[in-house]
Nanobody, 129 residues
Framework: QLRLVESGGGLVQPGGSLRLSCAAS????????IGWFRQAPGKEREGVSC????????YYLDSVKGRFTISRDNTKDTVYLQMDNLKPEDTAVYYC??????????????????????WGQGALVTVFS
């Protein structure tokens, strides 16, 4: 059974860093796109970053470019989201999601997040001043 488990959320002050982990099981990660999405209170869920595992292509939301980095540990079935220079507006529940490469469309990582097939339970990130 495919499972995604996020970890690494927490409290951090503005300018601080956190690293989120998405541990995947029950799938061959090499055939998937992994994305990080977030949902702030009262707001729509949005795509933060995606990585197409077979070719390493990445996508970032404009507001996180230069601050967040998505990566995959080749020795583990784990995808990371390194978040630096965090801002209060980054406060949200962050979700890891997976979709088979053969089904994936670029819009899934932007606004059509419902196209992603599998989701983790979420990790809360709070940036407070």
């Amino acid at each position: 059974q495919l499972r995604l488990v996020e970890s690494g959320g927490g409290l951090v002050q503005p300018g601080g860093s956190l690293r989120l982990s998405c541990a995947a099981s029950g799938l061959d990660l090499n055939n998937y796109v992994i994305g990080w999405f977030r949902q702030a209170p009262g707001k729509e869920r949005e795509g933060v970053s995606c990585i197409i595992i077979p070719n390493g292509s990445t996508y970032y939301l404009d507001s996180v470019k230069g601050r967040f980095t998505i990566s995959r540990d080749n020795t583990k079935d784990t995808v990371y989201l390194q978040m630096d220079n965090l801002k209060p507006e980054d406060t949200a529940v962050y979700y890891c999601a997976a979709d088979p490469v053969i089904d994936f469309k670029a819009n899934y990582c932007r606004y059509d997040y419902g196209g992603m097939d599998y989701w983790g339970q979420g990790a809360l990130v709070t940036v407070f001043s």
